[in-house]
Structures are given as structure tokens and as C-alpha cells.
């Protein structure tokens, strides 16, 4: 880890009547790091504060909040849209929803091309090809409307948007969570890959614990809006705070068949004890 | 939501208050016209025509010199009355047909729906005046006029949202204890429709009250020499240029009911139908 | 898949949409027709007594009533009317003794124009105030447009028109007065095409022009206010619930400005809602001109409705009605197919 890529201290999320996001502190550098816990834990707000999108009347403070060199809290309208799908992009949930439904999937990725890019229209229609291509989709999906696109396909287009401009860092929230199990590791082998391609850094949110920590670095767990634990990728297994534990065993498979499934006991205070390295 | 949830909430919204009391001060000025009103709203004074606003006629009088500040007060009645009569025809009979073509959908709502859209493309103030002038002016002929004509937007959003809660777990739930027809319709379904209804019907009002104050100044609303606004407006418009305040005045309150349940409506809305600004 | 057999897929929906929206179309007419008839036929006004006037006697109105075919059971009756409307026949008014056809195609012209260029203004400033009002939600400039439009939607049309003559006429003489051109031109320009406007250009002469959009002036402002206020209204709540969706959220995070996510995005995907907005507010001035052209001595169909009541004339109200109604489901019944054929969600 050379330089910094995102450098966040002391960050709170405060909504009128409960603090979403407590105190939360971590780096990420050129590496893929894993931001899991329940719904709820406040990941997704992260991931929303990094790119500036907390909306009133959410109130977003910390002693300090980094992406790029870039200082977040004293950013400007202007400067933002300069940053935002260029250097530093965002994936979200759900391509039915998150795909614009009355333009083709060639209009929105060249949307992304054209906000940051000064290029002619045939270098901008190569350009589309090329990250459509590489996130796996043929020409032919170019004209076709959100709507007719399969779920997978519509990630992929999605990733293909983010990728558009080769931004540095990649915050992919929940990429996976409206997919089938099979389509799953398809769409994280596919962001790893890219990543390694690009040297890009990402920032993994989920609520599957054992299927990011088969392809990122680190892993940071959250609950409840405060940071429970954090530990490389390696390390699970051998996890020991009881709300990592849950989260990593309360998978079925083969071995659990038959057996009860753990669950966790939420009288114990979780919070305030951390593990591994900070 | 249970009702003093919704009274608490409603008073929050400043729109809402404002319809309110200002529906309710012409509720009571209605109801109380004989001991409000200074002079008989029909009383002919030859001598006092066309006088400005003075000390014995606050308002002034019309060119027949009727006080006008007695047929302003007057003229709520016809004005409530009209919203009263509205409002009786329009909700039941939209309500009842969408919740008909949601709940048994198949060729009734087929058939149902067809009327719905046939009535719903007729222009209504035209359709009103064509009644009016068929069947004799008078304000219940208005008012059916209007009223057999507003009824489709209830019909069609009442539907729709039955149509969203029919295969609803909660009225399964409530079928599966036995509830089922009349009871399932009036019992669980009808205060599904009910707010966004209620929400439509203020604001419809709103545009319900120009309506009739305009067949009123075409002379198709209440039969002379009754007070009413639109009516005085047209008296008024003789004598525009130079005791403008005749006609003024009458629309001016014409313009403070509408706004009451435009205010009111919104903040209905803002209550009942809350969306993110 | 070949050109022609691709164009012909995609021809496909929009098609079964035009067909079934003509078919709605249709109905709807005969279903206006039917009201017509119905309240011209169950009208307490004798039209007999109408043509043959009070002191006839007996024969003649035996005559007459044959003539007319009242006699004949009411299905029959409706089918005369129907072969008559379908040759252009909508009887005579009894007021001007012309054909009722002759007088409105002459009037309905003046209706027009009013309501279609009020319409223009009031949409082009509606849906951009609409905009601007969503862009800087909660500011003084929001509070102020929805004040002016909740006016809009509460004031009496033809008040507001007396006082707005009164005012801008009589006392401050800025604006010409009543009637579509002064009376020195209304004899020396020829009325080729009704459309004074048009009419007044093609004379040549330009004192007309001027004066034909200065009497067009106070009207228009007051429909298109009119019009101005709902289409405000609707395009803001329009904008502001599309702006709370995912796809804005993600466009937002390509890095799009406030105003361009407004004008590329939300503007695209409440197209349909705005159509079916602009229609019901055309529908609207249609029905407003009635009120307006009294007070503006407006020569349309206005008033023309306004004078045959008075005259107690039903073939000219019977037939005025049926114009505007039909006018109505017009614009209703192929908006809606305009709005269905344009949305790609319904691929």
C-alpha cells in the first residue's frame, strides 16, 4: 500500500433522531476492501458520504474525509461533478431501478464518457464498445432499453458506466444482492478482474460475509453504525468478536446440514470492541 | 391511521388550517345569513342605487340597490349548498363503481371501466351548461350537471387501488376470517380508497365552486333575484367601469372559498399522501 | 432479422395501440352523440313551437311535428339525427336562420386561435417554471411560483378577465378593448381563414396586424395564466417524485449537474404525464372560452353558445355542444394514444 486512496476519521452520519454512522474511522489504499454487515449498519451511507450524495437531511461530519487528495468536507458543487463517475464511481443494487429506463444502454454509458471526456462522437461510440465489450456484453446490446436487459446484463452495464472514465477508486454497493446465487460470483469475478487490469481500489459493500471475503483484501464489518471489527480477508476464520463469527458461520452448507444454524445473541454489547489491525 | 393521529398531523400543516378555518367561517356565515346580514338581500332601495361603500351599506349597493354586504352573505348559501350536493353525488357513485370494476374485475370491470372513460372524455362545464339550458336553470340542475360529471376520476383511481391491494396478504388475511362481500367491501376495502378520494374531492371542490359561479354569471345558476356570487358578478359587469367594487367584491370571495379548499386539499395531501420534497 | 420484418416487429405494438385507441375513440363519440340526442330530446322546450312560433294552429303543428319525424319511436329518431350529423346536417338556429354548421364553422375558428396560442404560452413558461421550481426546491423563487399558481387554480376566470378590462382597459388604456380587431378594420380585412392573425397578415396591413395582437393581448395572458398554473404545478410534482428514484441517484454519481439530471433524465420520463397535462389544460381553455369570451365580446364559440341559450335556440346549443365535445374526446382519446405509442417502457 503506497499511497492512501481514501483516508476517513471520526465519521458521523447523523439523521434527525438517530446517528446512522458512529465514529467511523479506515483507509483504503490500492486494494479491495470488504465493508459488510446487516442492513441497517450504516455501510451503504458510508459509501453514499464518500461520494457526496447524503441528502438533507442528513448531516455528514468527521475530522477527516479523503478520497483522492481531495478534502470531501470542504468540496464544491462544481468540484464534485468533476470527481464523481470520473474519479471515483459508484455501482449501485439494482439495474431495474438504477438504469435510466427511457435511454439505451449506448445513450448512458456515452453519458458518462461525455460529462468527463472532451472526445469526438466516433472516438466516444469506440470507447463504448470497448468497456461494453470488456465487462463481458456483446455490440448488440447497445440499442436495447434497460428493460430488456436480464439482471445480469444490467450489472454488467452498470459496472461498464462506472469503468467508463478509469477512475481510481470503485465503491460497488450491494453489486451483487439482486442477482441469483450463480450470477453472484460471475459479477465479483468480473469487478476483481477489472480491478487488477486497472490498478483500481474497491470499496466491496455487502451483507454476504463469506462471499466477499473470497475476493477482497480486507474486510471491515459494521453493526449498528460503529465499527466492530476489522482484519484481513485471511484472517476470518479465525475471527474472534461474536458478531464476525455469526456473520462468517451463519451460512448453510454442506457441513452445517441437519445442524442449527448460529444465531446471534443481541443482549451482549457488541459494540466498542475491535479486533485486528487498525 | 387512527383519527386523532390525523387531526394532530393535519394541524401541523399550515395550508391545512388555513382551508379549514377559513371553510368553517363560511360554514357559519351560511348558517347564521339572517342574523348576520344588515339588510334583506333582496330589498329593493330605488333611492340608494350604485352607492360606494358608505357608513349604512358597508359594501355599497347594486344597481337594483340591494345591499351588497347582505347578498355577499347570502350568497354562501347557494355556494355551500352546491358544495354539499356535489359532494353526495360524486364520492358514493365514483367510489362505488371503482370498487365494483377493482374487486370483481373480470367483464364488469370491463364494461364499468368503458362508461368511466366515456364520461370522463365529456367536457364539464359544457356538459353542465347544456344540461342547464335544456332543463331549466336552477342550482340542483348545476349541480347534478357538475356532479354527473366529476365522478370518473374517483371511479378510476378508487379502482387501481384496489386493483394494488386485491392479492394484498392483508385482505386475504381478513377473507380467510370469513369476511367476504358487503362486509369485505365496506369494512376493509372502502377506507383503503377513502383518503386519496378525500384528497381529490377537496381539491376538486376548489374547481367545483368556479364552475358553478361561472354558470351563475352565465345566468344558468340560481334563478333571480337570489343572491349568488357569480350571478352578481355578471349584475356587476354592466356597470364595470365605474362601480367596479359590484362585481370585485362577489369574486373576491368566490377567489377566498376556492383558495380555502385548495389549502386544504394540499395539506390533505401533504397528510395522507406524504412523498419526499 | 431483415429490415422490413424488424421495422414491422416494431410497428407491431404501436399499432394494436392506435387501433384500440380509435376503437375507444369511437365509442366515446357515440356515446356523446347519445347524450346530445338524449337532452335534446327529453328537453321540456318544444321545437315545434320553436319553428311554427305560438299562435299556429293546430294542423300546422301537426305539420310540422311530422315533419321533424317526432312522431317516430325514439331508436329511429336517434338514427334520423345520426344520417343527418353524418351529412353535415346540425339543423338550423333558429336565432340567425342559418345552417347551425355555417355559424359555428365560422365562429369556431375565433375559439381557437385564442385557446391554441394561450396553450403555446402557457405550456412553454408552465413546464419551465415546473423545472426551475424543482431545481431550487424550498427557495423564495419556489414559495413564490406555487403562490402565484394556487391563485391561478382558486380565481374565477371571467372576474379576473372584468377586472383585468376594467383595469388595463378603461383606467390605464394600455390595452385595446373588447372584440377581436377595432372597428375601423373590421370591415377591411377580409376573413379568409377566421384565424384573425393569419387573416390581418395577409391583408398587408400592418396597422391591422398590430391592433388584431393587441386585442389578442388581454385574453390570451388571462387563459394562458389560466393554463400556466396547473401545468406548473403538475410538471414540479412530476420532477421532484421522479427525483427520489435510483436511476437519479446514479446519475448523480456519473457526476451530472442538478439541472442537466432535470432537463436529460426526469424531463424524458415524464413526457407522458406532461402530454396527458397539456391536453387536459387545451380541454380547459376550450371550456374557459366560454366564460372569457363573454366578457371579451369575443365572437367565438363562446358566445355564440352564450346568445343561442338566451334565444332559447337548442338546434345552435345542441349543436355547439357537440362541437366542443367532440373536440374534447379528440384530444383526450389521441393524446392518450400519443402517450402509449411514445413510451419505450412498454416494449
Partial sequence: MTESRIVVSDLNIDYPG??????????LGNERLALVGESGSGKSMTARALMGLV????????????????????????????????????????PRYALNPVKNVAQQVDEALSLHQKLSSSQRRERVREVINAVGLQDNVLPRYPAELSGGMGQRVMIAIALANNPKVLIADEPTSALDARLRNQILELLVEQC???????????????????????????YQGQKVDEMPAASLPGATHPYTRTLWTCRPNAETYGTMLPTLDRTQNLKGESNGNR | MPSYLFFRRLLRSPAAVCGMVIIALLMLVALFAPLLAPFDPNWQDAAARLQPPNSQHWLGTDSYGRDLLSRLIYGSRPALGLVLLVTVITLPTGLLIGILSGYYGGWVERVLMRFTDIVMSMPRLILAFAFVAMLGPGLVNGALALALTTWPAYARQARS?????????????AEMSGIRGRRLLVGHILPLCLPSSIVRLALDLAGIILAAA??????????????????????????????W???????????????AFNLLGDGLRDVLEPSND | MSFITSTLHHLRRPLFTLVTGLFTLALTLMGLLIITFALSAFSPVDPVLQIVGDHASQATYDQVHQQLGLDKPLPLQFWHYLTQLAQGD??????????????????????????????????????????????????????????????????????????????????????????????????????????????????????????????????????????LASITRLTRTACLSEMNKEYITLARAKGAGDMAILIRHVLPNIRGTLFTVIALSYTSMLEGAVLTETVFSWPGIGRYLTT???????????????????????INNLTDILVRITDPRVR
Avoid at chain 1, 197 to 216: G, T
Avoid at chain 2, 161 to 173: G, M, V
Avoid at chain 2, 220 to 243: H, K, N, S, T
Fill in chain 3, 308 to 330: 343561442a341559450l338566451f334565444a332559447a335556440d337548442t338546434a345552435a346549443i345542441m349543436g355547439g355542444t357537440l362541437l366542443i365535445g367532440v373536440s374534447f374526446v379528440i
Fill in chain 1, 18 to 27: 438517530a446517528r446512522v454512522v458512529d465514529n467511523l474511522s479506515f483507509t
Fill in chain 2, 161 to 173: 387501488e384496489i386493483q394494488r391491494l386485491r392479492h394484498s396478504d392483508y385482505l386475504a388475511a
Fill in chain 2, 245 to 259: 367594487w359590484i362585481a370585485a367584491i362577489p369574486g373576491a370571495a368566490i377567489l377566498i372559498s376556492s383558495l
Fill in chain 2, 214 to 243: 361561472g354558470l351563475g354569471f352565465l345566468g344558468l345558476g340560481a334563478r333571480p333575484p337570489m343572491a349568488e356570487w357569480g350571478a352578481m358578478i355578471a349584475d356587476g359587469m354592466q356597470v364595470i367601469f365605474d362601480q
Fill in chain 1, 196 to 222: 487488477e487490469q486497472r490498478q483500481m481500489a474497491m470499496l466491496l459493500i455487502s451483507h454476504d460475509l463469506p462471499l466477499v471475503a473470497e475476493h477482497c483484501h480486507r474486510v471491515l464489518v459494521m
Fill in chain 3, 90 to 227: 346540425l339543423g338550423t338556429a333558429s336565432a340567425t336562420g342559418q345552417p347551425v354548421l355555417h355559424d359555428l364553422l365560422s365562429a369556431f375558428p375565433a375559439t381557437l386561435e385564442l385557446a391554441t396560442l394561450a396553450l403555446i404560452i402557457g405550456s412553454v413558461l408552465g413546464i419551465t417554471f415546473g423545472v426551475l421550481c424543482a431545481r431550487f426546491v424550498g427557495s423564495p423563487w419556489d414559495l413564490a411560483v406555487r403562490t402565484f399558481t394556487l391563485l391561478g387554480n382558486s380565481v374565477p376566470i371571467f372576474w379576473l378577465g372584468l377586472l383585468m378590462l376594467a383595469f388595463f382597459y378603461a383606467y390605464l388604456q394600455w390595452s385595446a378593448g373588447p372584440g377581436r380587431l377595432d372597428d375601423i378594420y373590421q370591415y377591411t380585412v377580409e376573413s379568409k381563414t377566421g384565424f384573425v392573425l393569419i387573416d390581418t397578415w395577409l391583408s398587408g396591413d400592418r396597422g391591422a396586424f398590430l391592433n388584431a395582437i393587441n386585442h389578442l393581448m388581454l385574453p390570451m395572458l388571462l387563459l394562458a395564466y389560466y393554463s
Fill in chain 1, 55 to 94: 441528502r438533507k437531511p442528513g448531516k455528514v461530519s468527521a475530522s477527516q474525509l479523503n478520497v483522492l487528495g481531495h478534502d470531501l468536507l470542504a468540496m464544491k458543487t462544481r468540484n464534485w461533478q468533476q470527481i464523481r463517475g470520473n474519479d471515483i464511481a459508484m455501482v449501485l443494487q439494482d
